[in-house]
């Protein structure tokens, strides 16, 4: 008896599973590629690869000590989105509170609920570790981005972002914060 092959009939881009799951360090090169195309668009960073890697890999240490999240949005085996989210104390709340940063999606499937689902994952996350309080930075003149938080119900405060860099004799120290001591 001859067998004949099944095949699958075509299925549309629109039909393929996304997963949402933690970022591994294997994910590395597509998140870089990620925040490339990010700060390509935010007027207030350069696009540093380099930079980029050694800020994800200080990230996946501080999820390996419970103090982050990194969601990465996967569609047939390719990381085409993440979002980060770094426990800072609030002093406001008498609580923890997250930071949201790196809200990204590759830049052909904008629009398909990826970046919906990503804000989930990290509202989630957040519920379950206790925060208090989600807060992020968006870039005022990336209307799409705040249009989308909007939806999520995200409010703007009447707090403004400022900022310094560290003296460069201490920037390894700023660099270094987090990482425990050798001895």
Known sequence: MMRRAHTQPSIGPEAVKLT????????????VELLCQLFSIETDFAVRPDRHARGLRLLLGAVRRGRAYVAVAERQREVVG???VQTVVS???????GLIEDVVVRKDLRGAGIGTSLMAAIA??????GLA???L?????NRLALTFYDRLAFQTTNMICLRARCPEKDQQECANEGRPKRR
Do not use: F, K, Y
Not at 20 to 31: G, H
Not at 91 to 96: K, L, N, Q, Y
Not at 124 to 129: K, L
Not at 137 to 141: E, F, G, V
């Open 82 to 84: 993440m979002a980060t």
């Open 20 to 31: 949402v799951r933690p970022a591994r360090i294997t994910d590395l090169p597509a998140l």
């Open 124 to 129: 989630h996350w957040a519920r379950a570790n």
């Open 137 to 141: 930075l968006a870039d005022r003149r």
């Open 91 to 97: 002093t406001a709340e008498g609580a923890r509170s």
């Open 133 to 135: 309080r989600l807060q």
